[in-house]
């Protein structure tokens, strides 16, 4: 059996009573580690708190793991019980989902455990969640690429009067490429995406296709680390979000559409003070 187990977005004490009673019957416990992180990340000791709770040795798989390594995994699936483990929700990412496809080829058992992800979370800023479009991910650009198929996607959500998530880059374990020209792989420092280069990255689009999907006077939602004790959400246009300190990772954004008056008035408790960001939630 592989059971995909999603583990929710603060730390340890996020995972469903049926996933760690899942998590307690296998031989073999795997922790995804490339879409997303929990809020104390990959560190040594947030690893060693994840094992003494769950009771087991937890097995890091980075992207190549699973991506090429998938086969090894599944035929151990074949004989034993092997836990996949995922923040959020294991149907987050299509990664997931592909395994899932390639597990009933192979005539491997699976039992998914659901958990919350940022797709529903993002509702604690007050817009309702069935208001949403397509989510679009924002990519770091570099100097040679910088890609722009997420400004489309904006457009057609907008013109519907939809909310748009963004969800910001994650890169762990990215080989250099330096490294890869040199045919001998190293990897690059983990790196985040922050609120501030996601706005930045979003006008700087809109000023080259100046098809006025969005401005800096446009409102948008910023969240930090959903699901745990120290999250941030803040309302207010982009001009003024990008001054907003967010601290550490993980961040989204979401690009708002047209409103209803109880949105508005959510909205309007997260909204910008003067020298002040937003609180976690509404009291």
């Known amino acids: 059996m592989l059971y995909i187990i999603g583990l929710g977005l603060g730390d340890e004490n996020d995972i469903t009573l049926k996933g760690l009673e899942a998590i307690k019957r296998c031989d073999k416990v795997y922790m995804e580690a490339y879409t997303s992180l929990l809020s104390f990340g990959l560190s040594p000791s947030g690893l060693s708190t994840l094992e003494e709770l769950y009771g087991k040795q937890i097995i890091l798989a980075d992207r190549e793991m699973v991506e090429e390594g998938a086969d090894a995994i599944l035929l151990e699936a074949s004989k034993l019980h092997v836990a996949f483990l995922v923040v959020g929700d294991p149907f987050g990412a299509t990664t997931h989902a592909d395994l899932v496809l390639r597990a ?17 979370a993002v509702g604690v800023c007050g817009l309702q969640l069935y208001r949403y479009g397509e989510t ?72 080259l296709r100046a098809e006025s999907v969005y401005s800096e006077d446009s409102i948008c939602v910023g969240f930090a680390r959903l699901g745990s004790e120290n999250q941030m959400v803040v309302s207010g246009s982009m001009k003024q979000l990008r001054e907003v300190d967010f601290g550490a990772p993980l961040h989204c954004l979401v690009i708002v559409g047209e409103t209803h008056p109880m949105e508005e008035e959510m909205l309007e408790f997260y909204a910008v003070k003067e020298k002040r960001a937003s609180l976690a939630s509404p009291e």
């Open 104 to 120: 009933k080829k192979v005539g491997v058992e699976v039992q998914v455990v659901h958990n919350a992800s940022v797709v529903n």
């Open 136 to 207: 679009v991910s924002i990519p770091f650009f570099t100097e040679t690429w910088r890609p722009d198929s997420f400004y489309e996607k904006i457009k057609r959500n907008r013109s519907l009067g939809l909310h748009t998530l963004c969800l910001l880059d994650i890169r762990v374990k990215e080989p250099s490429l330096e490294s890869l020209c040199r045919g001998k792989k190293s990897y690059e420092p983990p790196r985040f995406m922050t609120i501030e280069t996601a706005i930045e990255q979003l006008l700087e689009v809109e000023q």
